[in-house]
Structures are given as structure tokens and as C-alpha cells.
């Protein structure tokens, strides 16, 4: 059983397209993210979601919109996309009380 | 906020010697400092992590140090083997939650054969 799973894991697009990445965890968790990592693996979170609940958001440009359903799926909208929002995207969850990020395997978007 | 540098930022070792890699925190109110490793085209995993009332931490190969004083923190590991290869990252939390993580710039461990 995967305990994070994201999709799509590949995503290439034209800019100024509208692009959805989803994100579902299996494991109970009570918080998920998105973490952007560029070309040179500098990890960054964009976004923190605690039982539906926006808790973090890190000057994140307001193209990117996270949509939370319920507290296991966490999924992230892009809109009008540009050439540098082009990295790997990781959703992650974790349980409060305990530090343990536990990631997806990354969806890796490239805008052309 | 918090600030966590790394270093090295590349760092190659022979096959069975050893390899540390340092990290600094800013923000002395932090209490917990994981370690995660993240193979080529694969998702970042914990590794090993450390609490702030604790100043040295091992598991097999790997230990994990803590200088609350001076505010540094390290990785070792001993006997390297080829699949340590990766990029590692370190981490500092001031709630010892994932909440608040804020990742170093990552490691790019290299073991020669």
C-alpha cells in the first residue's frame, strides 16, 4: 500500500496553461503539504493544510491555490503557468506530535 | 525565522571511510533536527533525527550530534557503502512538529568505489 501517492508523476505543459497535481495519504495523518523542489534540490514549502485548515503559506504566488477536500487528500491547482514554476512537486503528511514528514514520490512538472 | 545552513555542499568519500556533513541553526527556541535521504529520482526519507534534550543519537552506521551552545548539528557516517549515495538533508523545527520544518540546502554524498 502506498502511504502518499500523487498524480500525475509527470506533467510537461505550455505556459500560460491551468495544471492540477492531486495528493492522497492513506496513513490518518492530521496535516498534509506541497513542497517545491527546483533544479537544485533546495526543498520549499508552499503550503500546510491541518484538518482542512490552511496553516502555512510561504509567499507562495496566488497562481497556486491548494484544495483540500477532507484531511486525505490535499491537491494543488496552477494557473497561467510560467517558465519557473517548472521543478518536482512533493506532497507530504505527518501526524501532530511527531516530526516525521512522510513524502510522496514528487510529480515532476515541466512548463515549455 | 528560522535559518538552517548546510555543508558541504558536495562531498565524494572513499568506499568504507566516513562522511560528516554540518549544519547551523538560527533560531535557538528549535528542538528537533531530522536528517533526511533523498536517492536520485526518489522521494526525501527520514533517516535519523535528533531531540534538543538529547546531544547524540546513533543507529547502526549513522549518528546524529547536537551542540545546543553553538547551535551546530552533524550527520556521520561510518564504514560508508555505495548505496549511501544520495543527497542528504538536514532540518531544524521549533515545535517539534513538521510543521514548522525548515530544510538545509541538501548534500550530494558521492562513495567511490
Known amino acids: 500500500d502506498t502511504a502518499v501517492s500523487q498524480t500525475p508523476k509527470y506533467l510537461v505543459t505550455q505556459m500560460g496553461n491551468d495544471k492540477s497535481i492531486k495528493c492522497e495519504q492513506n496513513?490518518?495523518?492530521?496535516?498534509m503539504y506541497w513542497y517545491k523542489q527546483d533544479s537544485k534540490k533546495f526543498l520549499k514549502i508552499m503550503f500546510s493544510?491541518?484538518?482542512?485548515?490552511?496553516?502555512i503559506n510561504e509567499t507562495v504566488p496566488n497562481r497556486f491555490s491548494p484544495k483540500s477536500p477532507d484531511k486525505a487528500h490535499l491537491n494543488l491547482h496552477i494557473n497561467s503557468l510560467e517558465l519557473g514554476d517548472s521543478a518536482v512537486y512533493f506532497c507530504?503528511?505527518?501526524?501532530?506530535?511527531?516530526?516525521?514528514?512522510?513524502f510522496g514520490e514528487g510529480s515532476r512538472l515541466t512548463v515549455l | 525565522g528560522e535559518n538552517v545552513e548546510q555543508h558541504p555542499s558536495t562531498l565524494s568519500v572513499q568506499e568504507g571511510d566516513s562522511a560528516v556533513i554540518k549544519c547551523t541553526y538560527s533560531?535557538?527556541?528549535?528542538?528537533?533536527f531530522p536528517w533526511y535521504k533523498q536517492e536520485l529520482g526518489k522521494r526525501p526519507q527520514l533517516i535519523i533525527d535528533?531531540?534538543?534534550?538529547?546531544g547524540e543519537k546513533k543507529d547502526q552506521r549513522i549518528a546524529v550530534t547536537l551542540n545546543k551552545t553553538a547551535k551546530h548539528f552533524s550527520l556521520h557516517i561510518t564504514e560508508t557503502q555505495p548505496e549511501d549515495s544520495a543527497v542528504y538533508f538536514c532540518?531544524?523545527?521549533?515545535?517539534?512538529?513538521?510543521?514548522?520544518?525548515?530544510f538545509g540546502s541538501g548534500t550530494r554524498l558521492s562513495i567511490r568505489p
Open positions: 507530504a503528511s505527518s501526524q501532530d506530535g511527531t516530526g516525521e514528514l512522510f
Open positions: 496513513l490518518g495523518h492530521d496535516t
Open positions: 493544510y491541518n484538518n482542512k485548515e490552511l496553516i
Open positions: 533560531d535557538s527556541a528549535s528542538n528537533y
Open positions: 535528533i531531540r534538543s534534550n538529547v
Open positions: 532540518a531544524a523545527s521549533w515545535d517539534s512538529s513538521a510543521s514548522k520544518i525548515i
